[in-house]
């Protein structure tokens, strides 16, 4: 442990007194950003949530925001944990962190679902999709988010924002995402539409009920403000865009014998719900996959510096680029997905 568990244990016994037995903690492994761990207690199961240890990127692991939007989400149309308290401190485990309740349920690292009945599959693609689409018909301003961004800008900002993060973290030369940082800036559509946006929407990312095809709970909610939701929809479905060797991605595997819905379908199925007249483009995959390039390069510059919360995070890092090619694919309009249009 990077910390004293009886230093913790003592600082939750005394901020929640009706704690019973002995503190039993355990890191959760699978993450590449803020070190996760389950505290368990006799009569109550919680999850931590912290910084990394040593020196961090400005504005990166904002542990302070998870809790907060989480928080405000609470009795929201979009299930979260119960979140319990924060801290800004340092003393008691060395960076800010924060405190959730435990959901009981299912988390899928395999996007390909293995040893489920295709059914079962398609059920949890189509439920990922509904849950993405009430996620952007949340009123924002409604439950006390306003000031948790800035309304409409959002590419130009994000394209700024990651093209700095590449400079500041960079490892390696790469002409993929020097190029794509131009050809996006120049490329920015109609971006005025705001809506909450999650930033990392993704299978991982969900708790699923235990028996059914149902999300409980959305989490890791680090990269989230208020954005444009076609950047979620196009950073949820570069799962059909990536090998399974690129980060779990499920291109080149056969869909319909899995009982997963295809890109146009599920994407279909998201319009539907969120009633949508638009859709995700060329660019919105272009900036999907280029964002991912760089937070996959600051995972790489995390592991040489020995910062990085997964054990994996060196090979994950070697990602970056491959994910800048696939986006130069976009880029270059080998591949296009065009909006789709419901009748009114």
């Known amino acids: 442990m990077e910390f004293e568990a009886q230093r913790l244990e003592q600082f ?11 503190m039993r903690l355990e890191r959760i492994g699978g993450g590449q950003s803020n070190p996760t761990f389950f505290v368990s207690f006799d009569n109550r199961a919680l999850v931590l949530r912290k910084q990394p240890g040593s020196a961090i990127l400005p ?18 149309a979009l299930p979260v944990p119960r979140m319990v308290l924060f801290h800004a401190g340092r003393e008691v485990v060395g960076t800010p962190f924060y405190v959730m309740e435990r959901l009981p349920g299912r988390v899928f690292s395999d996007c390909a679902l293995p040893g489920m ?3 079962e599959r398609r059920g949890i693609y189509l439920a ?37 993060q590449w400079a500041m973290s960079r490892t390696r030369e790469d002409a993929d995402i020097e190029r ?17 946006s999650h930033g990392d929407f993704r299978l991982g990312n969900l708790m699923f009920h235990p028996t059914e095809p149902r999300v409980v709970g959305v989490l890791d909610w680090e990269l989230s403000t208020l ?40 994407l279909q199925h998201y319009y539907h719900h969120s009633g949508r007249r638009d859709g995700v ?22 592991a040489a510096s020995g910062n990085a919360a997964g054990s994996d995070a060196a090979d994950v890092g070697r990602l970056s680029a491959a994910f800048a090619r696939r986006a130069v694919e976009f880029m270059d309009g080998a591949a296009m997905v065009a909006p789709v249009e419901w009748p009114r």
């Open 281 to 302: 483009t060329a660019f919105h995959f272009a900036f999907a996959l280029f964002r991912m390039a760089v937070i996959f390069e600051g995972i790489a510059s995390r």
């Open 227 to 266: 954005g444009h939701p076609l950047a979620d929809v196009a950073f949820n479905c570069m799962t059909w865009r990536t090998l399974p060797s690129e980060y779990g991605g499920i291109r080149g595997l056969d869909l319909a014998a899995l009982g997963i819905p295809s890109e146009a379908e599920y």
């Open 12 to 22: 939750l016994t005394e901020r929640l007194p009706d704690l019973r037995g002995p």
């Open 59 to 76: 504005s990166a692991h904002a542990v302070d925001r998870e809790y907060r939007v989480m928080q405000a989400l609470a009795g929201s």
């Open 128 to 164: 990922m999709a509904e849950t993405m689409a009430v996620l952007h018909r949340v009123d924002w301003a409604a439950i006390g988010l306003s000031n948790y961004g800035r309304a409409g800008g959002y590419f130009s900002r994000q394209i700024a924002r990651w093209t700095k």
């Open 117 to 119: 009945e295709p059914a």
């Open 180 to 196: 794509l940082a131009v050809w996006l800036a120049a490329h920015v559509p109609d971006e005025a539409e705001t809506t909450l």
